[in-house]
């Protein structure tokens, strides 16, 4: 069965700063997706980004880019230039053939004015 | 609507009563699929619909749990006689079409409380 871990429970990071949100995966499929998603109190889950596997490229939008290690299974999502609205639950996230999206338990991001 | 509509926002029942949590899904969305998400937890999967069938109902915990779409569009999630531990919040999402490449759109959900 597949399997997402986020190690991070919570995170923080200065306002305008850097800050790497971890994530691995188990799987014995070749072909899936990655995504992460933001989560922020009003509950509704927001797609940041997908990678597909098959893709070496890495993926990247606007301030949002991940680093795709597909041999090792990680997938991590870097956020440029925090703004105190990024602030959220970000969810790493897997789907594949059987359409189902696996969700980690998620990382708190805090963003420090 | 624009987006993934789950009503009540909010529900709170007693232990051992019925409940139905209902998702619109956007305009000719044909995959529909429901997680719930307990507290400090991502969302776990429990039914995914194509069209008016259910694809796959592997998550749903029991058979206290059960959900239609009967006619392609809105669903419904229905709870019997439920427990404590039902308490979560209930999370709808829509897709245009099944597969792993199609983005799927999310609710809002909604937070079930059992007392």
């Known amino acids: 069965a597949q399997t997402v871990t986020q190690s991070q429970p919570e995170m923080s990071v200065q306002e305008a700063e850097t800050v790497t949100l971890s994530c691995t995966y188990d799987t014995s499929e070749s072909d899936y997706y990655l995504f992460w998603y933001k989560q922020p109190p009003s509950r509704q889950m927001i797609l940041v980004i997908r990678q597909e596997a098959y893709k070496q490229q890495n993926a990247t939008e606007n301030r949002f880019s991940v680093n795709f290690q597909k041999a090792a299974k990680s997938f991590s999502l870097k956020i440029s230039d925090s703004q105190l609205g990024d602030a959220a639950m970000y969810f790493c996230a897997y789907r594949s053939l059987d359409d189902k999206i696996i969700f980690g338990k998620g990382t708190r991001l805090h963003i420090l004015p | 609507g624009a987006g993934v509509s789950q009503t009540p926002s909010n529900k709170v029942t007693e232990k051992g009563k019925y409940v139905e949590l209902r998702c619109d899904p956007i305009s000719g969305h044909t995959a529909l699929y429901w997680y719930r998400q307990s507290l400090g937890q991502g969302p776990e999967f429990l039914i995914y619909?194509?069209?008016?069938?259910?694809?796959?109902d592997s998550g749903l915990p029991n058979d206290r749990f059960f959900a239609v779409r009967p006619e392609g569009s809105v669903s419904t999630l229905k709870i019997q006689r439920t427990e404590r531990g039902d308490s979560a919040v209930y999370l709808c999402a829509s897709s245009l079409q099944s597969g792993m490449n199609t983005e799927a759109f999310f609710g809002q959900g909604t937070r079930l409380t059992v007392v």
């Open positions: 619909f194509q069209g008016t069938g259910a694809a796959d």
